[in-house]
């Protein structure tokens, strides 16, 4: 069969987002202290190969029809292995898909930084890529629950969700937030105490992801102008949190940073995903507005509430995935003229639509995180022991380091290191 054009687009979307996880591992990778450097990158490249295995052999066929459980999840064995795909150009939209599961399960290891079990780490990726992406990603896009033809999109309305506020974003967001509170806190945690230690790195991560986002968004553009809308509102809404981030920083702390920069840029990309094919460049704006100052704020709670959050992955995924997919029933662009936002004359439908999708995601994903999580660490542990913590996790769980150079590589010391920058 002839390759067409959106076949090759969609190929080159998926490669983009592929690299979306590399650069979250040097977003995170940064963010972490010097000592927990490399396990953080660590953490998002297994999860490139455990779900990259998952998928092949039962993860795609549980985000496709046909669907067992009442609309819950796809038939896990009916496309096991793929191999009736080969020779055609479904694998093409299949590899698509796959990226997305990885960098979703990749973005909730930010949370726990410093202190979790790499072996543990790599039991919970390919069990909840399982048992809560694969589901999820059904029941919105697979004709599920969520889905125009499930019981509650029929009940209350199909949610709007392009390309993963729900299964990407509050999805991963709620679950960093189930674990934190499952493995706890880091020794000392407190405001300052744990900052990036490699901001260019973080810079450098940053980077990586604005542009394979234009893939995460776009690779699903059914037109040319959908596409061009796409593109722009990409560009837009995150350009729009990252000055709204620095502004909030501004006024609440006297100065703008570079980390908060990079995080507005995130946070605008977050919040703009669910809607970038349904509103219109100056509706990518205010979310983009909304989303900066909401997750600016939203970080700090952590301290408040007594949860580590030590990357931020609650206040920018969970707060700004929440905004951006609440904030389409208020701002979706009429379609043949008809529906639309409660600003453009669409009623409440659609705002009803996306506030029942966001809560059931919250709920599903609370309770099936939690019920994993538990159920890992009660039989293997999810911490580090408190002496491997004050070490440093790169040393302690992977005999490695980020910084070691030449002579002094094998007497090379995190901690005094850190302590002296």
């Known amino acids: ?104 399960v990749a973005l909730i290891s930010g949370a726990i930084a410093d202190r979790t079990r790499f072996t543990s780490w790599a039991v919970f990726v390919p069990v909840w890529v399982t048992l809560v992406y694969c589901p999820l990603a059904f029941m919105v896009w697979g004709g599920g629950l969520l889905s125009a033809d499930g019981w509650i999109g029929r009940t209350f309305g199909e949610a709007i969700d392009f390309a993963g506020g729900t299964v990407v974003h509050i999805n991963a967001g709620l ?15 407190a405001k300052g105490l744990h900052g990036a230690h490699n901001v260019p790195l973080m810079m450098i991560g940053t980077a990586m992801l604005w542009f394979g986002w234009f893939g995460f968004n776009g690779g699903a553009a059914g037109t040319v102008e959908e596409g061009g809308l796409i ?21 609440r702390d006297k100065h703008m940073t570079s980390v908060g920069a990079a995080s507005g840029v995130v946070a605008g990309l977050v919040a703009i995903t669910p809607a970038c094919a349904s509103v219109s460049p100056v509706g990518a704006v205010i979310i983009g507005l909304l989303a900066g100052v909401g997750s600016a704020l939203a970080v700090g709670l952590k301290y408040r509430l007594g949860y580590d959050d030590a990357l931020d992955v609650v206040g920018v995924h969970l707060v700004a995935g929440i905004i951006g997919t609440v904030a389409i029933g208020f701002l979706a662009l009429p379609v043949d003229g008809a529906g639309g936002g409660l600003l453009y004359g669409g009623g409440a439908g659609q705002l009803v639509a996306q506030v029942v999708a966001t809560v059931f995601t919250l709920v599903f994903t609370g309770v099936m995180t939690a019920i994993i999580a538990l159920a890992i660490h009660k039989t293997m542990g999810m911490r ?16 490695e380091s980020a910084y070691a150079f030449g002579e002094d590589a094998a007497s090379y010391d995190p901690i005094a290191e850190e302590a002296t920058v």
């Open 384 to 399: 580090i022991s408190a002496e491997d913590e004050e070490r440093g996790a790169d040393l302690a769980l992977h005999s």
């Open 175 to 189: 679950a960093a937030l189930v674990l934190v509170y499952v493995i706890g806190s880091r020794t000392g945690f």
């Open 1 to 104: 069969m002839e390759l067409t054009a959106g076949d090759v687009w969609v190929m080159v979307s998926a490669a983009l987002v592929l690299l979306m996880t590399p650069g979250l591992a040097f977003f995170y990778g940064g963010m972490a202290r010097a000592k927990a450097a490399i396990n953080m990158i660590m953490m998002s490249f297994v999860s490139v190969g455990l779900v990259g295995v998952v998928w092949v052999l039962w993860g795609y066929g549980m985000t496709s029809a046909p669907g067992i459980l009442g609309g819950l999840v796809g038939n896990p064995l009916a496309d096991f292995g793929l191999s009736q795909y080969v020779g055609t150009t479904d694998l093409v939209g299949i590899g698509y898909g796959a990226t997305f599961a990885i960098i979703t």
């Open 231 to 251: 593109w722009v509102n990409t560009l837009a809404a995150p350009a729009a949190a990252m000055i709204a981030w620095l502004v909030t920083e501004q006024v």
